[in-house]
């Protein structure tokens, strides 16, 4: 049996992957804003340096592996403190717990929406730049109309893919041994995408951006048995993939980029 750290663990993919992970007999730290074990906020500083402290001491100080799923699809700033910021503050504050396991492994959650056109002073703000620069840039697209609060989801999560293939061949991960890969779905049956479920014209517009041939939406266990593989003993090898399940909307949008 494993320990697994889960954030964003009380809803959708990251609830269906932490039952999933105990109905496999292992451990679970489960974390979010409420109905978990350790409740932290990621959009705060603050909170996910309690995350870490918190994650320490009941796990005694190592895990087998991080999964960073919590995000936020509001077109607001907080977006980008949580989906980005959050992210990459659980996985690089919960990276030396994982140095003292044998099969330590690490797992984000992007999105093919990184796929979509971003807002560039966001992303090289996000990538090369400070977080006070990305979060008034951020903020700027906040108040901008729909079309320009619409960038940030998107942009936020290709600076994740973008940070996780940076970072995933290092001195920090694949020298430590530790596989750093992430998922990225395409849309998925969880309280964050019911707005589309109830809204048929919201329905044909998300459908017409993200083409899903293969099956069409879905549910989140699908997303939750590759999580779960990814994070296993299993998966030794795979370094800084960006994995699409999608049901073929990266083949459908960049087929030929390979
Ligand atoms: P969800 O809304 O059901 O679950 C997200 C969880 O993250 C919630 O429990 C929420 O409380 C938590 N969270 C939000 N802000 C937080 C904060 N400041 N601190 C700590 N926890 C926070 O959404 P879902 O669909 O399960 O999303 C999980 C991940 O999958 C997200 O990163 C999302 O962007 C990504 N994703 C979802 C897709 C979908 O179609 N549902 C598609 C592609 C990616």
């Known amino acids: 049996s494993r320990t697994y750290v889960v954030t964003g663990a009380a809803s ?60 936020l699809a509001t077109p607001n700033a907080a977006t980008v403190a949580v989906n980005f910021y959050g992210t990459v503050a659980t996985l690089e ?16 959650v992007s999105s093919m929406a990184a796929l979509f056109p971003p807002d560039e002073t966001l ?42 293939r940076r970072q995933a061949p290092t001195a920090e991960w694949a020298d430590a041994s530790i596989p750093l890969n992430a998922v990225a779905p395409g849309v998925v049956y969880t309280p964050m995408t019911a707005y589309i479920m109830s809204d048929a014209a919201a329905r044909s517009q998300v459908a017409a951006m993200v ?21 296993s003993e299993d998966n030794a090898h795979l370094c800084g993939q960006i994995i699409y399940i999608d049901g073929g909307s990266d083949a459908v949008l960049r087929g030929d980029t390979v």
Do not use: C
């Not at 932290?40 to 009941?58: F, K, P």
């Open 12 to 71: 959708g993919i990251g609830k269906s992957t932490s039952e999933l992970l105990t109905e496999q007999g292992h451990r679970v730290i489960g974390t979010d804003l409420r109905d978990a074990e350790i409740v932290a906020d990621l959009s705060t500083a603050s909170g996910r340096e309690q995350l870490v402290e918190e994650v320490t001491r009941v796990s005694g100080g190592g895990v087998d592996a991080v999964l960073a799923v919590a995000g």
């Open 93 to 108: 504050g919960l990276r030396p717990l994982l140095l003292r396991s044998p099969s330590p492994r690490a797992v984000a």
């Open 123 to 164: 992303l090289n703000a996000l990538l090369d730049g400070s977080e006070t620069e990305a979060m008034a840039r951020a903020a700027e697209l906040e108040a901008g109309d729909a079309q320009r609060s619409s960038l940030i989801y998107g942009t936020a999560k290709r600076a994740l893919s973008r940070w996780i």
């Open 211 to 231: 083409p899903m041939p293969l099956n069409g939406f879905f549910e989140p266990r699908g997303v939750a048995t590759l999580l779960a593989w990814l994070t």
